[in-house]
């Protein structure tokens, strides 16, 4: 297999573009902007300075919606504590912590509900050996954003030591990190990218999912770039292995499923029959990476 991938420029995605997603929105069009403050501001001038009964309702206007805007806020902050407490329960209890010969067990068990019509005896064929799911259980903390690269370097230091070494070939990732929502693949793509990882030899880190890019787009970067990790979601990471030759599999060693994580609705990448579907048809089922697999070229990562 050949090896990461060399420093270059990165200039595939714009970071804004993912920032904020249709789901997260601003609640009211002007929430967090500039403008609403200096309105505030402004009114409160006026009803200071002025001593008429137009000015006393304007300064009376500006104290409402002052308190308005706090109530807003501390809504909202309420609202994130609580996903926050909700997010810290999912982790304790995370299913990538368990050994490998669990984690084969698991696996197949989402094997076969992607493929219900599908024997038990091909069902075995297909299934991920334990001997190519890699061993985190020496990981005890958090399987959170902010713990990936500690993560990596801790239960993975081969993969550590791959990230930080050229790459010979465009577009063969030595790691490709399959997650479940285009926001989710903006963030760990921002933490993939640490020095720590890639020293200053190694290669781009791809963001890969459909949403603001056609596939051709894709295509025509991962010609051009030698990308040392490409994340991404299973739908367009499959397509990408299925559907054209621009995101090859000579160097890589790991796949990482991002089980963890789990979306408003508290469901995680294997949870969601779509996400999972294309998992084990596209990604994982591909004949390429399912040879690789068996035979012990290419491990398969829980976090």
Not at 74 to 94: D, F, W
Not at 150 to 177: C, E, V, W, Y
């Amino acid at each position: 297999m050949h090896q990461g991938g060399d420093d270059l420029e990165d200039d595939f995605v714009i970071d804004d573009i993912v920032a904020l997603s249709e789901d997260e929105a601003a609640p009211d069009g002007g929430f967090f902007s500039d403008s609403n403050d200096n309105d505030i501001v402004s009114a409160d001038e006026d009803g200071q300075n002025g001593e008429t009964q137009s000015t006393t309702n304007a300064g009376d206007a500006a104290a409402l919606a002052k308190k308005r805007k706090r109530r807003e806020k501390e809504k909202e902050r309420k609202a994130k504590k609580r996903k926050l407490a909700e997010a810290v329960e999912v982790v304790q209890q995370s299913v990538a912590a368990q050994p490998p010969n669990e984690l084969s067990d698991f696996l197949a068990s989402k094997q076969a509900a992607t493929f219900p019509k599908v024997t038990a005896l091909e069902l075995e064929d297909m299934r991920i050996p334990a001997s190519s799911i890699a061993d985190t259980t020496s990981w005890t903390g958090p399987r959170t954003l902010d713990q990936i690269v500690d993560f990596i370097i801790k239960t993975n230091p081969t993969l550590h030591k791959r990230l930080s070494q050229k790459s010979k070939r465009n577009g063969a990732p030595t790691l490709l990190f399959i997650t479940g929502a285009a926001l989710r693949v903006a963030d760990v793509t921002r933490v993939l990218k640490d020095k720590r990882l890639r020293g200053e030899k190694g290669g781009e880190v791809a963001k890969l999912f459909a949403k603001h890019f056609k596939l051709a787009e894709h295509v025509a970067y991962l010609r051009r770039t030698k990308v040392g990790a490409a994340v991404g979601t299973p739908g367009r990471i499959g397509k990408l292995l299925c559907e054209t030759d621009a995101l090859a599999v000579s160097a890589l060693s790991h796949i990482v499923l991002d089980v963890t994580y789990h979306d408003t609705k508290k469901r995680s990448l294997l949870d969601i029959p779509e996400t999972r579907d294309e998992v084990f048809k596209t990604v994982l089922g591909g004949r390429e990476v399912q040879k690789a697999i068996k035979e012990g070229q290419i491990q398969v990562v829980l976090f």
